[in-house]
């Protein structure tokens, strides 16, 4: 064992340079200027100040939503098919129909059900049907919804930059929103809190406001306020909708802030049609519910690419192209749950587990040294070249580090020691035994390895368990398990086998200090 090749050297002075040199932006004040692949361990939320922000989805308003559609287009089929009726009204959960004829009923009925898949046509009192989802289908729905909410609010946070954002499910509905070194959520409650469902509507030149209050309104148009106020007649079908943008830009036109998009092939090519077939009409553009623009079209619009001009400020057009650029939140969100934890509270976590990881290490170190004497001394510097593989593994993975994360730290700190003690006590064995110096080390090393991979195994399946079954603070716990016990077990055993090897090669000793 004392003769390693130079090739295993230079592997294990390797790694150990690497971490090191990646560990060393953890002990630096200021690394603004490091390029972004040298950077510290990211802070959590519990050691760096930030935000806990808890979004509810509201799923009554899609409920809602769709079933306005469904009401639509059961009225183009009623209309379609010639079939009479009455009272068609959507509700939150379902929509509602009387058709006074048995025939045209059952007939209804089949064409009601090809609307969209998951959908029940029951028959009620008074030759009513009434249209819904069936429970598996709903509960499909709420589920894709609140996936497709997270998504959208993992990319407008990813807009703002900020480092190692907490974006997770909770419970059915919720969302757990984290944003470590952000200590004024306003900004981002006001993203999160815009929908930003974007869609381009003709305006109805045929009706005016005044005519729609009176009720003389087409069933094809409805009345929508305008952002300044102002009141407009649309069609209820849109033109082009925002799920056909591919990118937002905030930019100048005559010196006023404007913002352009460009649509994919398919919007290009509708929104290039609708433009050329209505020059001289207005085209709104409508955004949540409210018409923010409503310019004339003047010529076609080919090319997919287009301009939203208003009242904007910079920041707004900033603001608004952000939202197009991320996607529309399926259904809106509120905020239930708002906390802020100060820089001042993480500072104080950070200097605790600093202070509890030096005093663990002093009484490993010390323990060692008393153990084992000279050899102690050995396992002392591969505890601290264990620290240092553990900081520059978790800064090249861009991990967060949390509080439980250090906790894990501190427990890999005390384990680290683990194998050498098994290896040391085997050598007493040998020793005991009669055998020679090179032999006993030897032995201590091939005759342990077995129980150190079988012990260390055993706890990194409880991380990997940990880390699949947790949340965010036992994950946190878990990786740095995890990573503790894959850089002890290199540096108790390759490391400690290096210095061993290469003392007894140049001072070839009769005896060990054991």
């Known amino acids: 064992?004392?003769?390693?090749?130079?090739?295993?050297?230079?592997?294990?002075?390797?790694?150990?340079?690497?971490?090191?040199?990646?560990?060393?932006?953890?002990?630096?004040?200021?690394?603004?200027?490091?390029p972004k692949w040298w950077q510290p361990v990211n802070l959590g939320l519990d050691l760096q100040g930030g935000s806990n922000l808890l979004l509810e989805v509201k799923l009554d308003e899609v409920l809602k939503e769709r079933m306005s559609s469904i009401e639509d287009s059961a009225r183009q089929i009623l209309r379609e098919n010639k079939i009479r009726y009455q009272n068609l009204s959507a509700g939150n959960e379902s929509v509602k129909v009387k058709i006074d004829n048995l025939n045209s009923r059952n007939k209804a009925r089949g064409l009601f059900k090809k609307i969209d898949t998951g959908l029940v046509v029951d028959e009620l009192d008074n030759d009513t049907l009434e249209i819904k989802y069936n429970d598996a289908a709903l509960n499909q729905l709420k589920l894709k919804v609140v996936d497709q909410s997270i998504e959208i609010v993992r990319r407008r946070i990813d807009e703002l930059g900020t480092k190692e954002p907490v974006i997770q499910r909770q419970g059915s509905d919720r969302i757990?929103?984290?944003?470590?070194?952000?200590?004024?959520?306003?900004?981002?409650?006001?993203?999160?809190?815009?929908?930003?469902?974007?869609?381009?509507?003709?305006?109805?030149?045929?009706?005016?406001?005044?005519?729609?209050?009176?009720?003389?309104?087409?069933?094809?148009?409805?009345?929508?306020?305008?952002?300044?106020?102002?009141?407009?007649?649309?069609?209820?079908?849109?033109?082009?909708?925002?799920?056909?943008?591919?990118?937002?830009?905030?930019?100048?036109?005559?010196?006023?802030?404007v913002v352009s998009f460009r649509f994919n092939s398919l919007g290009g090519k509708k929104f290039g049609e609708a433009t050329k077939n209505n020059i001289g009409e207005k085209l709104a553009i409508v955004l949540d519910n409210e018409v923010i623009s409503a310019p004339v079209i003047q010529s076609a619009i080919m090319g997919g690419n287009g301009i939203i001009s208003g009242n904007f400020t910079l920041e707004s057009a900033n603001d608004l192209a952000l939202l197009l650029r991320s996607g529309a939140l399926p259904a809106p969100l509120e905020v239930l749950e708002e906390r802020t934890v100060g820089a001042g509270l993480g500072s104080d976590s950070i200097r605790e587990g600093v202070t509890a990881s030096i005093i663990g290490l002093i009484a490993v170190v010390v323990f060692m040294v008393l153990a084992y004497g000279l050899f102690g001394v050995f396992t002392t510097v591969t505890v601290f070249m264990n620290l240092f593989l553990m900081l520059g593994a978790l800064s090249i993975m861009g991990a967060t580090l949390t509080l439980p994360g250090i906790a894990g730290i501190i427990l890999t700190i005390g384990m680290a020691v683990d194998a050498n003690v098994l290896i040391f006590e085997r050598m007493r064995e040998e020793v005991k035994n009669g055998r020679s110096?090179?032999?006993?080390?030897?032995?201590?090393?091939?005759?342990?390895?077995?129980?150190?991979?079988?012990?260390?195994?055993?706890?990194?399946?409880?991380?990997?368990?940990l880390f699949y079954?947790?949340?965010?603070?036992?994950?946190?716990?878990?990786?740095?398990?995890?990573?503790?016990?894959?850089?002890?077990?290199?540096?108790?055993?390759?490391?400690?086998?290096?210095?061993?090897?290469?003392?007894?090669?140049?001072y070839k000793p009769t005896k060990l200090p054991i």
């Not at 295993?8 to 932006?25: K, S, T």
């Not at 999160?192 to 045929?206: E, I, N």
């Not at 260390?456 to 399946?461: A, D, G, K, Q, S």
Request: proline share 3%.
């Open 176 to 257: 757990v929103v984290q944003l470590p070194g952000l200590q004024n959520p306003e900004y981002v409650k006001t993203l999160l809190g815009k929908t930003a469902k974007m869609s381009f509507h003709m305006v109805d030149s045929r009706s005016s406001a005044a005519d729609a209050r009176r009720g003389k309104l087409s069933s094809t148009s409805r009345l929508i306020q305008g952002s300044e106020g102002e009141t407009y007649v649309i069609s209820r079908k849109a033109v082009v909708g925002g799920e056909n943008l591919v990118d937002a830009q905030a930019s100048f036109q005559e010196g006023q802030p």
């Open 437 to 465: 110096t090179k032999d006993a080390a030897e032995a201590g090393f091939t005759e342990a390895w077995a129980t150190i991979v079988d012990s260390n195994l055993t706890t990194l399946v409880a991380a990997f368990v």
């Open 1 to 34: 064992m004392y003769k390693l090749s130079r090739s295993r050297i230079a592997i294990i002075l390797a790694i150990c340079f690497i971490g090191i040199f990646f560990a060393i932006p953890n002990m630096l004040s200021d690394t603004s200027k490091l």
């Open 469 to 506: 079954f947790g949340t965010g603070p036992v994950r946190g716990f878990a990786v740095t398990l995890a990573i503790g016990i894959a850089t002890s077990m290199f540096t108790s055993v390759t490391v400690t086998r290096l210095i061993i090897a290469s003392w007894i090669a140049r």
